[in-house]
C-alpha cells in the first residue's frame, strides 16, 4: 500500500497502531476529544467545540497534538448546496486555501463519504469512508479501495467487555497518518450529530386534538 496523504509525519505509523479516542462530552457545548496511544499517552486532542456561540459562528474545529500544537482544522462549508466539509493544515487563515473536502453522498443512517485530497499540480487523491459512525463502525479505503483504518466499538481488555459508544478505537494501517483519520472521525461526528438533530425535528408534537380524536366528550351543563 502506497503512502498517503500527511497531516503529521510523526503519526504516520511503520505498522499497524490502535488509538483509544475518548469523547469528553455527547450532544452539549464544550463536546471535545482525547486520543491516546497504546502506552496510554495522550497525543491528541479536541478541547472544545459544540453548540456554543463561538462554534456556531467559526463552524471550525482544530485538532492538536498532546502539547497543544495546532495540527488541522475542519469546517463545515456555509455556501455548499451538499453538505460539505473542508480541511486546512495548522490553523486556518482567511487565505488559505483547503487542503481536502469531505462529501456525503446519503442523508440518515448508514452512509458513503467522499474524500478528496488537493495536492497541486498533482492529481486528486481520494478516500472513501463507510459504514455507521453512530454505531462506531466505519471503514476508510483509499482510491483502490484498499482498507487504511477502521472506526471500531472499544473492549475492555481485562473484562472484554463493549464499551460505550463515548470510547471507541481508531485503527491506522501503516503509511496512513493518524492526524488525518482523525480530523475525518471529528467531521463523522458533526455529521452524526447533525441527524441526530434532524431526527428529533422531524418528530411531530402531539396535539390536543390528536389525543381527544374518537373520545366522547361530554358537553358542559350549567347547573
Known sequence: MKEGFVVEAGFVFQEETHLT???????????????????GDLVLRVDSYGPGP????????????????C????????????????????ERDSHQKPIFSVRRSSMIGR????????????????????GNFSRRC????????ELVGEIRRKVDASTHVVLGKDAFSLCI????????AMGLVLILDQ?????????VVQVEPVTDDSVTQGVPVEPVTDD
Open 21 to 39: 479516542v475518548l469523547k469528553t462530552s455527547l450532544f452539549f457545548a464544550d463536546d471535545g476529544f482525547t486520543v491516546y496511544d497504546c502506552k
Open 111 to 130: 452512509s458513503t463519504l467522499s474524500v478528496e485530497v488537493f495536492r497541486d499540480p498533482e492529481p486528486c487523491e481520494e478516500y472513501q469512508i463507510e
Open 191 to 199: 455529521i452524526n450529530c447533525d441527524d441526530y438533530v434532524t431526527q
Open 71 to 90: 495540527l488541522l482544522t475542519v469546517r463545515r462549508k456555509m455556501t455548499s448546496l451538499h453538505q460539505r466539509w473542508e480541511g486546512f493544515i495548522g
Open 173 to 180: 494501517k501503516p503509511g496512513f497518518d493518524g492526524a488525518f
Open 138 to 145: 466505519c471503514t476508510i479505503f483509499n482510491a483502490e479501495m
Open 54 to 69: 463561538e462554534a456556531l459562528d467559526s463552524g471550525e474545529i482544530v485538532l492538536m497534538d498532546g502539547n497543544g500544537r
